[in-house]
């Protein structure tokens, strides 16, 4: 195991020394909070499907394999399939707004800026639960590694996190997701699944031991593959942390087609966890759990050294998706709620870049304390994590794909809309369970009617603000052209 901790280590290490070299880039707020908007086609590819494949796609992608089969696969497609409709069809005129958060596109959309806090608290509250899923699945990983306490794990993963995103942003976040992506493309797909199919005996064996619908491609039911797309096809189309991916973006062309590559990769990458679930069914029929599948095959069927490298992928998937919902978490914090709830909006570069960069420095490392000391008092992560789709998808989808789609839609319409969404979700999840696809279900409902309704019955959007809006659409507007950097003396 030396060889194995040595690999862990170095790979820690690395992502630090990437936090302070990303440091040096993050001069100002656009190249702190997106990257300077410069991202080409590879590192824009890699880091959006770097963000998108976390601990629950990569560990709980598995866990599916384990107990469903092949039809395991379809939570991770499902997620890919979001990030390939969002980049075809609405990345290049997400990237062209030149916003930091989807509060100001709503704020743009739809005028007067009365949308952005209701909208801010609700992404916020997204972002934080999906931060803290991915923390507390240092657990997992650190107790196979070195035996750490459950606490211990997580205050340990969290902080290093937390220390490289706090350090340069952006910037330090795109160059460990760049590592990360190449980590998890090695260890998982080149490494992890011709090694478990083999030590299964190879397809034929597994089909012989297993029964056939652990190779049915609708076997974990319809319902459930209705509700994957709804959390989670939807959810990739209107995420903090996926939209200010695409801000990264130097071109509408770059997202669009960059976006897209990155979507069949999660594809890919969805096949490949059911298919090393199902080969650990053959080699371990009675694990406790599913989600020990993935910790079991890699600690007893990897040699030393490739089995650091396996492990250093699934820390890679965890720190990817956690560092980039916190700096989600931190910009909706501060941009879309401190900073309006303390009557301090500003627009364009009215203050001083260190200022900016300081200040939102300060959000990451706050909400990093927060994301961390929550994680270590909530034990269910599947639970967390339904709750940060559930609220996402019912309160806020359709006032932004109908801010995107229909010109009828008013503030007042969208206002509601998030308003009755979002209730319905809490209210339901208190009524049928956390766990249950009733709250998604009505509280998208709740949320079309009342913006349908609500929209028609009061007056229409300025026609100067739709105005401004195309102009943004089409990249003309004001703050079309990219911030400058600021460079020190």
């Not at 989807?102 to 952005?116: I, K, N």
């Not at 706090?166 to 998982?188: A, R």
């Not at 396996?310 to 989600?328: D, E, K, Q, R």
């Not at 998604?440 to 100067?464: E, H, K, M, N, R």
């Amino acid at each position: 195991m030396v060889v194995d901790y040595a690999v862990i280590v170095v790979y820690l290490a690395g992502m630090l020394a990437m936090g302070w070299w990303g440091m040096r880039r993050a001069r100002s707020k656009s190249e702190f909070l997106v990257a300077g908007r410069r991202l080409g086609p590879a590192m824009y590819s890699g880091t959006m499907a770097a963000i998108v494949l976390g601990g629950a796609s990569t560990i709980g992608g598995v866990g599916l394999g384990y107990r469903y089969g092949l039809s395991g696969a379809w939570m991770v497609f499902t997620i890919g399939l979001g990030l390939l409709a969002l980049s075809v069809f609405f990345s290049a005129r997400i990237a062209r707004l030149k916003v930091y958060t989807v509060s100001e596109m709503l704020d743009l959309r739809y005028g007067g800026g009365r949308a952005g806090v209701i909208s801010g608290v609700v992404m916020w509250a997204y972002t934080l639960m999906l931060a803290v899923t991915s923390t507390i699945a240092y657990a997992t990983i650190f107790d196979v590694l070195f035996d750490l306490n459950r606490t211990v794990a997580i205050v340990l993963g969290g902080s290093i996190v937390v220390a490289y995103s706090t350090l340069g942003g952006m910037w330090s976040i795109t160059l460990t997701d760049m590592v990360q992506f190449v980590v998890k493309t090695i260890g998982v797909l080149l490494l992890l699944l011709p090694i478990a199919v083999v030590k299964a005996g190879g397809f034929s064996e597994m089909k012989a031991q297993l029964p056939a619908d652990y190779f049915a491609p609708l076997g974990i039911g319809g319902e459930t593959i209705f509700t994957y797309v709804l959390i989670y096809t939807f959810g990739m189309l209107i995420g903090q942390d996926i939209w200010q991916r695409v801000f990264t973006a130097r071109s509408d062309r770059t997202a669009k087609w960059g976006g897209t590559v990155a979507g069949t990769y999660c594809l890919a990458y969805a096949l490949a966890g059911a298919v090393i679930g199902t080969a650990a069914k053959v080699l371990y029929p009675n694990l406790g759990s599913a989600d020990d599948a993935f910790a079991t095959i890699v600690k007893d069927e990897l040699p030393v050294g490739v089995r650091g490298l396996v492990l250093a992928a699934a820390l890679a998937a965890v720190m990817s998706t956690s560092s980039g919902a916190l700096i989600a978490c931190a910009t909706v914090a501060n941009n879309d709620i401190w900073s309006r709830l303390g009557g301090a909006v500003r627009r364009g570069d009215d203050r001083d870049a260190h200022d900016e960069v300081r200040g939102n420095r300060a959000f990451i490392l706050v909400m990093g304390v927060a994301v961390i000391g929550t994680a270590v008092a909530i034990d269910n992560v599947v639970e967390a994590l339904t709750v940060a789709y559930n609220l996402l998808v019912g309160g806020l989808l359709v006032p932004i794909l109908g801010g995107l789609l229909w010109r009828r839609g008013t503030v007042y319409g969208a206002l509601a809309s998030v308003v009755a969404g979002g209730l319905a979700v809490i209210a339901l999840m208190a009524t049928y369970g956390i766990l249950a696809n009733e709250p998604v279900y009505y509280g998208l409902l709740s949320s079309l009617a009342a913006y349908l309704i609500v929209s028609l019955v009061t007056p229409a959007t300025d026609a100067a603000v739709l105005a401004a809006w195309r102009e943004r659409l089409a990249g003309r507007g004001e703050s079309a052209a990219p911030e400058p950097t600021t460079v020190s003396a």
